[in-house]
């Protein structure tokens, strides 16, 4: 049998990982693309700003709001801070989408995506993430109801 068979995350902080893992290798695999691999880079910036998209539909609307209520004041910063990053992101996702790869600022605007991401991913995982397990969140239930939430996001997408 194949272990793979089932590889949905079970708990809410693996669905994020995997979700930070499988966008930080896009975004590696875009930073080793060719100056003029056009519609490479068009393609592989579409797929990266739909996986941001749907991620942090995921966290503000099923993630954050548990964190929110079970980490007290604590969570409130951690939540706070993320949001604002998010709305920073949301707004460079939009810039991307509306260029072409050939466009000046393209791959700039690509690669500045990447770090605000790569900055986020680590404050999630190394401060939000053990303050939702310290917190006695029921991750697997979390886990559980983001994975629904993101199965539906992704075939209103197809």
């Known amino acids: 049998m194949n272990k793979k068979a089932n590889t949905q995350p ?3 902080v693996a669905l994020l990982a995997a979700d930070h893992e499988r966008v930080k290798a896009a975004f590696k695999e875009f930073e080793e693309l060719g100056d003029r691999a ?3 880079k068009k393609k592989l910036a579409d797929m990266i700003c739909d996986e941001l998209e ?3 539909l995921l966290e503000e609307e099923v993630f954050y709001p548990a964190v929110r209520k079970e980490a007290k004041k604590e969570g409130d910063e ?3 801070e993320a949001v604002v990053e998010h709305q920073s992101a949301k707004e460079l996702i939009a810039q991307i989408r509306m260029m072409s790869p050939e466009d000046d600022l ?3 605007k690509v690669k500045v995506l990447g770090e605000q991401i790569e ?3 680590k404050e999630e995982e190394e ?3 053990p303050e939702a397990e310290e917190a006695g969140i029921d991750l697997e239930e979390l886990g559980q109801e983001m994975a629904a939430r993101k199965e539906s996001l992704q075939s209103q997408r197809l």
Do not use: N, R, S, W
């Open 106 to 108: 393209f791959d700039a």
């Open 78 to 80: 951690l939540v706070d």
């Open 38 to 40: 056009y519609a490479t």
């Open 10 to 12: 079970k708990d809410a």
């Open 54 to 56: 749907i991620h942090a």
């Open 119 to 121: 900055h986020h991913v």
């Open 127 to 129: 401060e939000m993430f």
